[in-house]
C-alpha cells in the first residue's frame, strides 16, 4: 500500500539532495571542524558554507546564526539566554497555544518563581493584540510567540508584537519551526530579536536547528563545554545535518511563491472537499491568516484517534494535532484556548501538506473520509441524530 502523507507539520522527508549533500560528512569529510589539520578545516569551512546558506535565507549575517539540535534546543536556549542576562526581572510573556518546548519550559519557570503571561487568542486562535500590550510591564524579562501554529497554521502578528515589546526594552524571541519554508521570511529589517528553526520540518535532517540571535542582542549559553559556535553553544558540530540544513534552507526558497501557491492549492481543495462531503464539520482557525500547508478540521461527535486509525488503514498518514501531544488523551491545548468546546476538539485532524503531495493523494482522501466519519458516527453515543445519518450526509 502506498503512503499518503498528510502529516508534514510533524516531520517531513528529507530531499535526495539533502540527502546527498550529507552523506559524504559520515565517512568522507569526517573531520572535527575544530581540528587544527587541514582534514579538518576542510570541514570547517563546509560548516560556514552551510551557515551562509540559511543566513542567505533569513536575509542575516553569518555571525547571527547558531546551530542546534532542533527546535526545542534553540527555544530553550533563547528563553534561559533571556532570564539570565536580566537576572532582576521575573515575568515572561508568551501565548496560550505555543509549542510545549516553549509551554512547557514557561511552566517550569513558573514554578521557581517567575509570573508567566499566556496571552490569549480569539475564536479563531487569533492573538489577543490588546492584552498583550498590555502584558508587557517593566518587570517582563523575555516574550516568546510563536510566528505559526503548529495545530492550525495560523500565523501571529510577530513583528508588530515585537516592536510593541522594544517600546518596553523587552527582548522578542519567536518561534518560527513551522513558518520557516512555508510562508517567507526575511529578517534583514525585522525587529524580532531570537528566531528558532528546525531542520526536520522543511525537508532536511532530524536532530538539527538554529537560532537567529539579532546583532546586539545579548546571549548566554545554556550549555557549557568548547568553545564551538563562537562559544555561545558548546558540543562538536553535526556536521552532516547542518550541510542538510544549509541544502534545505536553500532549496527552500528556491520558487518559493510557486511552491506556496500549488500547496495552497491542494489545501484549499482537500478542506472544501471534506466540507461538502461531511455534515457538522469546522476548519479550526480557517478565517484567520494561516499556512499555506495545514488545515485542522474538527469532525463533530466522533474521535480524532478513531478518524486517524480508519485513515492509516489507507495508508493515510494525518494528525490529531501535535506529534508531541498525541498518545495523550486530553483534547489539544490550542483549541481549548480557541473556545472549541472540548468534545469538538477531541474530534479534531490535522493535515498538513507538503511539495510533494499530488491532486490524486487530494482526491483519494476526500473520496475515503465521509465512509470513515459514516462509520465513526454510527457507533457513536455522542452522534444525536440516530439512523439519520445517511440522509444527513447525502
Ligand atoms: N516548535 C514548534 C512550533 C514545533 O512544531 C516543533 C515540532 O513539532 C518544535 C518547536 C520542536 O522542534 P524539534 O522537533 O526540532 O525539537
Known amino acids: 500500500m502506498e503512503t499518503i502523507y498528510f502529516d508534514n507539520n510533524a516531520t517531513t522527508q528529507v530531499s535526495q539532495e539533502v540527502l546527498e549533500a550529507m552523506l559524504p560528512f559520515h565517512n568522507v569529510l569526517y573531520g572535527n571542524p575544530s581540528s587544527i589539520h587541514s582534514f579538518g578545516s576542510r570541514v570547517a569551512e563546509k560548516v ?70 499566556e496571552v490569549p487568542v480569539n475564536g479563531e486562535g487569533e492573538l489577543d493584540l490588546d492584552y498583550y500590550e ?54 534583514k529589517n525585522s525587529p524580532v530579536d531570537m528566531v528558532s528553526l528546525s531542520g526536520h520540518k522543511l525537508h532536511g535532517p532530524k536532530g538539527v536547528g538554529l537560532l537567529y540571535v539579532r546583532k546586539g542582542t545579548r546571549f548566554k549559553p545554556t550549555a557549557l563545554g568548547g568553545h564551538q559556535e563562537r562559544g555561545r553553544r558548546a558540543g562538536t558540530e553535526n556536521t552532516p545535518a547542518i550541510v542538510g540544513l544549509g541544502k534545505a534552507c536553500e532549496l527552500a526558497s528556491q520558487e518559493m511563491d510557486k511552491k506556496i501557491s500549488r500547496i495552497k492549492h491542494l489545501r484549499d481543495r482537500l478542506e472544501k472537499g471534506i466540507l461538502a ?30 478518524i486517524l486509525l480508519l485513515l492509516d488503514e489507507f495508508g493515510v498518514c494525518a494528525s490529531s494535532g501535535s506529534a508531541c501531544t498525541s498518545g495523550s488523551l486530553e483534547p489539544s491545548h490550542v483549541l481549548l484556548a480557541m473556545g472549541v468546546p472540548a468534545e469538538t476538539a477531541q474530534g479534531a485532524v490535522r493535515f498538513s501538506l507538503s511539495a510533494y503531495n499530488r491532486e490524486e493523494e487530494i482526491d483519494f482522501v476526500i473520496e475515503k473520509i465521509p465512509g470513515i466519519i459514516q462509520k465513526l458516527r454510527h457507533m457513536s453515543p455522542l452522534w444525536p441524530y440516530g439512523g439519520q445519518y445517511a440522509s444527513r450526509a447525502a
Open 48 to 117: 560556514e558554507e552551510a551557515r551562509e546558506r540559511v543566513a542567505a535565507f533569513l536575509g542575516v549575517s553569518t555571525r547571527e546564526i547558531l546551530f542546534s539540535s532542533g527546535g526545542t534546543e534553540s527555544d530553550n536556549a533563547a528563553i534561559r539566554s533571556a532570564l539570565e542576562v536580566s537576572p532582576e526581572k521575573h515575568h515572561i510573556v508568551t501565548s496560550a497555544v505555543e509549542h510545549p518546548a516553549i509551554r512547557s519550559l514557561c511552566r517550569y519557570f513558573s514554578k521557581r518563581g517567575y509570573r508567566v503571561t
Open 134 to 187: 498590555k502584558s508587557l510591564t517593566s518587570d517582563t524579562a523575555v516574550v516568546s510567540l510563536m510566528w505559526a501554529n503548529n495545530e492550525t497554521g495560523v500565523l501571529f502578528p510577530v513583528e508588530k508584537a515585537a516592536l510593541l515589546a522594544h517600546e518596553k526594552g523587552i527582548p522578542f524571541h519567536t518561534d518560527a519551526v513551522q513558518a520557516a519554508g512555508k510562508i517567507p521570511i526575511d529578517l
Open 277 to 306: 462531503k461531511v455534515p457538522n464539520t469546522r476548519v479550526n482557525g480557517g478565517k484567520a491568516p494561516r499556512l499555506p500547508n495545514t488545515t485542522s478540521i474538527s469532525f463533530e461527535y466522533v474521535e480524532g484517534e478513531g
